[in-house]
């Protein structure tokens, strides 16, 4: 089985192709692409893949970009950290998904699903419209608090109040804008996917931040930039080039 997986998290696409691995021995793994524009790209010409495996959220935009710049006649099984809103869109369109983190027993029964198919399956652009306007249509409860650990009791942090989240040698911890760290028992990218994208942004594999947080950006070599935040992070926060140019556009909105 020949595959091409779309995803911009490492630790992500790591984890899918130790799974892959493990379930087909004969795997292989034609690219990893991590970008709208790499994608496009690589559809751009011909391709020996069989199965693509796609994120939605990647470093420079939508996945669903793609099929409105490209035409992909490959089947596509869409990993997702939506809720089960949006997850409707995908059955009422006969669109396969994984729900993240990844279970090897749902990733099986996937594969399972697209062996036995005989044909391909092509995104048509009504069904990625479909997809979009159901999503957009339905309202989503954002994570506004935090019950956390400090010392002998349990303190709600309202996430109004968070400058940012980074992860301190394995562990998330949520910073105040009182410059107050408090360890969250969540994977940063859950709590991504649980808060509102207008006020805040995965910056990097480390940060999330909130836009308010923000104290000015510094440009850095090869078109990457320096983020600064108030108050400031222990480290120096990188924002690699294929996510400067979106990043930028976030904080002028």
Do not use: C
């Amino acid at each position: 089985m020949k595959v091409v997986i779309v995803e911009d998290e490492i630790a992500a696409s790591e984890n899918l192709i130790f799974l892959l691995k493990e379930l087909e021995p004969n795997l292989e793994l034609l690219q990893v692409l991590d970008t709208v524009d790499a994608a496009v790209a690589y559809f751009s010409t011909t391709t020996d893949a069989q199965l693509v495996f796609m994120d939605i959220h990647l470093a420079d935009g939508i996945s669903f970009e793609i099929f409105e710049r490209v035409s992909i006649t490959v089947p596509i099984i869409f990993t997702t950290a939506y809720d089960q809103y949006a997850l409707k869109a995908f059955k009422v369109n006969s669109i396969d998904y994984l729900l993240k983190p990844i279970m090897e027993e749902e990733l099986e029964a996937a594969l399972d699903k697209f062996k036995q198919r005989s044909s391909t399956t092509t995104i048509h652009t009504g069904q990625v419209d479909a997809i979009l306007s159901l999503m957009r249509s339905q309202s989503v409860n954002y994570k506004t608090t935090y019950l956390v650990h400090h010392k002998d009791e349990m303190v709600p942090i309202k996430t109004k109040d968070i400058a940012f989240f980074y992860i301190d040698m394995g562990v998330v911890k949520a910073v105040t804008y009182a410059n107050k760290p408090y360890a969250i028992e969540k994977k940063l990218e859950d709590i991504e996917a649980e808060l509102d994208p207008a006020y805040f942004k995965r910056v990097n594999r480390q940060y999330v931040v909130q836009k308010e947080a923000i104290a000015n950006l510094k440009y850095y070599f090869n078109g990457k930039l320096i983020l600064q935040t108030n108050p400031p992070a222990k480290e120096r926060i990188v924002i690699s080039k294929a996510k400067a140019t979106e990043f930028k556009s976030w904080v002028n909105r």
